[in-house]
């Protein structure tokens, strides 16, 4: 009980620490009452004796042995031997000031025949009433004289409280089934609600930081015009990811090192035969203005089933179905037709303009470090018109990228075996200071479009970056592993801002 009572005028203590005024605490739980007196005590201190030095300079001891003027004077000696050096010290100066004693010759003299100490008035006052009528100033002057100190002090009462138990009495948090047919709810006492506390959070589904970034890219596509790819199709031939964009077949990238097989089934279903004849012959012995690869065509390499490398597999796939009613043929739901009702015009070519996007998953066979992994993210987007210039996919990218809130692009002239010409992009930014590749893009060349069955004049160009590494960018994350894969924490993806570009 006195450990609880001494627990509760410290917790009061503490409370009114913090609190600017002195109302009475109501103490949490209790039911009892403590008020405070917010006063400022004055405690005296170090007042060994209640006469100032000038006063037992001036009388008592001396006054009355003190000359007055006209009579031989006390010397300072005298003086110091009367009522010791540290009165003497002290005491002469005040005496002074209060013109109790003057100086005559090298001596002192008295110069009043009674004294008022207010010094020694002033202690008493404080003695008694702890503090000074006088106010403030006067008891500063005795504060500097150190015959006072001050310290603030706060009082508390305690008193019981009509709740008051020696016991503590948890309140019912729940009214229970139990409690209900027992009837002892009757006799409960229940916790008040509390409206003000914070609820628990609630736990629900979050977007992983990849798909938030990939909805913004898909919603800047969609705001520009473009229509999304089909990209289910984690599984392609050599000949769509490689042969169909004109990839030598003897090409590194192309090697067991950079690309996963499948061992089973190992090889795909043949491709449209016309097409792949088209495309052998192209790889070949060149043709459309080409000279080709000219070295030996193999069925085999062309048929394997891999794991696709790019999106850019993809966007073959739709190019080729979109230059369908240019071979002449007619495919229920082509993108050509859907964009644009057929007019019968003999000089129509089939051609219909296309404006396309994927963002999906491509995979590689890397060695895998914080910025690489085997499988990834590819943006890509491909647009096909008549007559487009490199300025036209540069002006491209600048609309686009600026929409991804990069400002400052630089393009790098680069090689891909299926554009002409090709252009590394980078973008300069702004934390790191320095210019990042960001993607790569370029014209498809004549030797990938024209079997496929574009008009001469059709041009398409494309280009593709990565998802991760904006994503990364964007989330301050350096260690890719930290967001894709078993290392992923969910609580950050939860806690993840929202992306804003
Ligand atoms: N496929 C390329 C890559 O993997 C990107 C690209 C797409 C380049 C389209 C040019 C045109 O980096």
Not at 52 to 76: H, I, Q, V
Not at 205 to 223: D, T, W
Not at 442 to 470: K, N, Q, S, Y
Request: glycine residues 8%.
């Amino acid at each position: 009980m006195a450990e609880q009572l001494q627990q509760l005028i410290l917790d009061t203590l503490d409370a009114q620490l913090t609190l600017p005024d002195t109302r009475a605490l109501k103490i949490p739980g209790q039911s009892s009452t403590a008020s405070s007196h917010d006063a400022q005590i004055t405690i005296l201190g170090a007042l060994n004796s209640l006469f100032s030095r000038e006063a037992r300079l001036a009388r008592g001891s001396c006054l009355g042995r003190l000359p007055e003027r006209g009579s031989a004077p006390f010397s300072a000696q005298d003086l110091r031997r009367a009522v010791g050096d540290e009165t003497a010290k002290v005491g002469q100066g005040r005496a002074f000031k209060s013109g109790w004693i003057a100086k005559e010759g090298n001596g002192f003299v008295k110069v009043v025949s009674n004294i008022t100490d207010t010094t020694q008035i002033e202690l008493r006052e404080v003695e008694s009433s702890g503090t000074l009528a006088a106010g403030e100033k006067a008891l500063a002057e005795l504060r500097k004289r150190k015959l006072i100190i001050q310290r603030k002090g706060q009082w508390f009462t305690v008193h019981k409280g009509v709740n008051f138990s020696t016991s503590i009495a948890k309140p019912e948090t729940d009214l229970t089934v139990d409690m209900l047919t027992s009837g002892s709810w009757k006799k409960s006492t229940f916790k008040k609600y509390n409206f003000d506390a914070d609820g628990i959070p609630t736990s629900g589904g979050a977007l992983h930081p990849i798909l938030k970034v990939r909805e913004e890219i898909r919603s800047i596509f969609l705001e520009m015009g473009f229509e999304e790819m089909s990209t289910g199709t984690f599984v392609e031939s050599g000949f769509w990811c490689f042969d169909a964009l004109f990839v030598p077949q003897l090409h590194p990238a192309r090697e067991l090192q950079d690309t996963f097989y499948l061992s089973d089934p190992s090889t795909s279903l043949p491709p449209p035969s016309d097409y792949y004849k088209r495309v052998a012959r192209v790889h070949e012995h060149g043709g459309y203005g080409s000279i080709g690869y000219r070295t030996p065509w193999s069925h085999e390499e062309s048929h394997k089933l891999l794991l696709r490398t790019h999106t850019t597999a993809s966007s073959a796939a739709m190019l080729y179905k979109l230059a369908a009613k240019c071979r002449g043929e007619d495919i229920d739901g082509d993108l050509s037709q859907k964009s644009q009702p057929g007019v019968a015009n003999p000089s129509d070519d089939g051609f219909r303009p296309a404006k396309l996007f994927s963002i999906d998953r491509v995979f590689r066979n890397e060695t895998m470090d914080a910025t690489h992994l085997a499988e990834f993210h590819q943006v890509e987007g491909v647009v096909a018109d008549r007559n487009l210039t490199l300025a036209d996919l540069i002006g491209f990218m600048r609309t686009f990228f600026r929409k991804m809130g990069m400002k400052n692009l630089r393009f790098k002239p680069a090689y891909n075996p299926y554009t002409e010409p090709s252009l590394e992009i980078f973008a300069w930014h702004p934390l790191l200071e320095k210019w990042v590749e960001i993607g790569n893009s370029g014209m498809f060349r004549p030797e990938m479009l024209a079997p496929m069955g574009f008009p001469p004049d059709v041009r398409v160009h494309g280009w593709g970056i990565g998802l991760e590494r904006p994503t990364m960018i964007r989330y301050g994350v350096n260690n890719i592993r930290t967001l894709v894969g078993h290392k992923t924490s969910i609580e950050n993806v939860e806690n993840s801002p929202a992306v804003m570009f």
